[in-house]
């Protein structure tokens, strides 16, 4: 302890509480959760130093009763230590009545010790520290009671004591007012973006481009093109014979005013298909990664937590190539429809949830990937959807009736353009975002951290030392009447 403090103490937790035990579930003892009644309090349940009624279950009274060494009091203090570990709340009297499970340690003090400051206290560096020596166990990490009893404290004055937490409430109130006004920036930045997609395949985006070059191909000429350029290509009658019946299709669900020079044209008549990803499993090491639905991100390929394959049957078929437009055709209602675009930045094949579409050159894949991921293809994409009981799909046939805003392909590449250097801009603008977050965090453990060295209120020389305060509560532990101790009632049959 730093000699300037003298009329603080390190203390282990133990000495300073009447109590440190823990919950049972009530499922183990035979016992049920009802749908009202009691608090019952888990992890999850612990938000900000407070227990979140929205999250927690419930008991009856009955239950309650049982448990009777886990019902909890006011001002106890609740300490994760299986799970996630750290997380600390006070009990509240509008709490009450309420119960817990073995994963919260219960911390019940000495009346004579300040429960905000020793909340404090288990949220700072000092106890991280501990819990990441101590945290054990196969799969889930946890503590026992005896680790969280000898967590050292740093005890002050207990009117240095509340002086602290006042100082830290109120700078937390500062830091917290700063984490309001951050906290639009992500929903602003999703408009915006959106905003931008709209604009762009309304051709607002690019009307003054349309002014200064006025010879470019109208959608419907280059259509022509493409249609003839297919036909000829066509190796058998029965490929021409579908072309034609394509390019018969008359478009019917864009209904947003466009260009004059635009035409709303249905992606199987400039695709020339749309593949399945393969189904064979994929293994956890091979020579190349398969990408899957959880990979597309943002428009774009996350890299992270890949499958691979080594199969050469399924490489030759599968093989992506730079510009390949991937759509998800099966996950959640909200997500279902996620476009990304695969540059190349390594070998890959694709999974079976996820669409490759092989689009003409006539149809840019940057234009062609910001389109499917704007409102307006989520839109189509929850229209034609179908529903099964956690997922939704979206099958070939569908996605070719996908009717794009189409454009001559020097105008899409101008969109594209555009569009990306506004996501720079927006992407630039989340960066900040998540650093200023990140420096709030930081800021507020500093806070922490300056208060348990004894430098962020002064010291007062009037004040009673930590070291009566802990003789004094040695005293009321020696005079204490002993509870008798009661057998655990049986859950009734």
């Known amino acids: 302890m730093n000699t300037r403090l003298k009329a603080w103490e390190l203390v282990q937790l133990q000495d300073l509480s009447h109590r440190i035990t823990k919950g049972t579930t009530p499922t183990s003892l035979g016992l049920s959760f009802t749908d009202e009644g009691i608090l019952f309090v888990k992890v999850e349940s612990l938000r900000e130093g407070r227990i979140n009624k929205d999250l927690c279950a419930f008991i009856d009274e009955d239950a309650h009763q049982v448990l009777e060494r886990s019902q909890l009091q006011e001002n106890d203090i609740l300490f994760s230590i299986a799970g996630t570990l750290g997380r600390v709340a006070i009990v509240q009297k509008e709490d009450l009545p309420a119960n817990t499970n073995q994963a919260l340690a219960i911390i019940r003090l000495a009346k004579s010790i300040n429960p905000e400051y020793i909340s404090l206290a288990l949220s700072s560096r000092v106890i991280e520290e501990s819990i990441?020596?101590?945290?054990?166990?196969?799969?889930?990490?946890?503590?026992?009671?005896?680790?969280?009893?000898?967590?050292?404290?740093?005890?002050?004055?207990?009117?240095?004591?509340?002086?602290?937490?006042?100082?830290?409430?109120?700078?937390?109130?500062?830091?917290?007012?700063?984490?309001?006004?951050?906290?639009?920036?992500?929903?602003?930045?999703?408009?915006?973006?959106?905003?931008?997609?709209?604009?762009?395949?309304?051709?607002?985006?690019?009307?003054?481009?349309?002014?200064?070059?006025?010879?470019?191909?109208?959608?419907?000429?280059?259509?022509?093109?493409?249609k003839r350029k297919r036909l000829l290509e066509a190796k058998t009658e029965k490929q021409k014979q579908v072309l034609l019946e394509a390019y018969a299709y008359e478009e019917e669900y864009g209904d947003e005013v466009i260009p004059e020079e635009w035409q709303y044209i249905a992606l199987d008549k400039l695709c020339y298909s749309f593949q399945y990803g393969t189904s064979a499993k994929s293994l956890s090491d091979g020579s190349i990664p398969v990408l899957r639905m959880g990979n597309l991100q943002n428009g774009e390929i996350d890299w992270d937590n890949l499958v691979y394959t080594s199969n050469e049957d399924e490489i030759s078929k599968y093989s992506l190539n730079p510009g390949d437009v991937l759509f998800?055709?099966?996950?959640?209602?909200?997500?279902?429809?996620?476009?990304?675009?695969?540059?190349?930045?390594?070998?890959?094949?694709?999974?079976?949830?996820?669409?490759?579409?092989?689009?003409?050159?006539?149809?840019?894949?940057?234009?062609?990937?910001?389109?499917?991921?704007?409102?307006?293809?989520?839109?189509?994409?929850?229209?034609?959807?179908?529903?099964?009981?956690?997922?939704?799909?979206?099958?070939?046939?569908?996605?070719?009736?996908?009717?794009?805003?189409?454009?001559?392909?020097?105008?899409?590449?101008?969109?594209?353009?555009?569009?990306?250097?506004?996501?720079?801009?927006?992407?630039?603008?989340?960066?900040?975002?998540?650093?200023?977050?990140?420096?709030?965090?930081?800021?507020?453990?500093?806070?922490?951290?300056?208060?348990?060295?004894?430098e962020l209120v002064e010291q007062d020389p009037t004040d009673e030392p930590a070291s009566v305060l802990l003789e004094r509560i040695r005293t009321e532990r020696a005079t204490a009447t002993p509870k008798p101790s009661k057998t655990r009632k049986k859950a009734k049959a």
Do not use: H
């Open 132 to 226: 990441r020596q101590g945290g054990r166990g196969v799969g889930l990490r946890n503590l026992n009671l005896q680790q969280v009893s000898e967590f050292t404290i740093p005890l002050p004055p207990l009117n240095e004591q509340k002086r602290i937490v006042a100082k830290i409430e109120e700078l937390r109130s500062k830091t917290q007012k700063a984490r309001e006004a951050l906290e639009v920036i992500p929903e602003l930045c999703d408009r915006f973006r959106q905003s931008v997609l709209a604009a762009a395949f309304r051709g607002d985006l690019t009307a003054d481009w349309r002014e200064q070059n006025p010879d470019v191909e109208p959608a419907s000429v280059l259509l022509e093109r493409i």
């Open 328 to 454: 998800n055709r099966t996950n959640s209602p909200e997500l279902v429809g996620k476009t990304s675009i695969y540059r190349g930045e390594r070998p890959a094949i694709f999974a079976g949830y996820l669409i490759r579409i092989n689009n003409s050159s006539e149809l840019d894949s940057e234009y062609l990937n910001y389109c499917l991921n704007s409102n307006y293809a989520k839109d189509y994409c929850w229209q034609v959807k179908t529903d099964g009981v956690s997922q939704s799909n979206i099958n070939a046939q569908k996605l070719a009736k996908f009717e794009i805003p189409f454009c001559s392909i020097e105008e899409q590449r101008e969109i594209a353009k555009q569009i990306k250097g506004v996501l720079q801009i927006i992407s630039r603008i989340q960066q900040k975002y998540q650093s200023m977050e990140s420096y709030l965090a930081s800021l507020d453990r500093a806070i922490l951290a300056k208060a348990f060295r004894g």
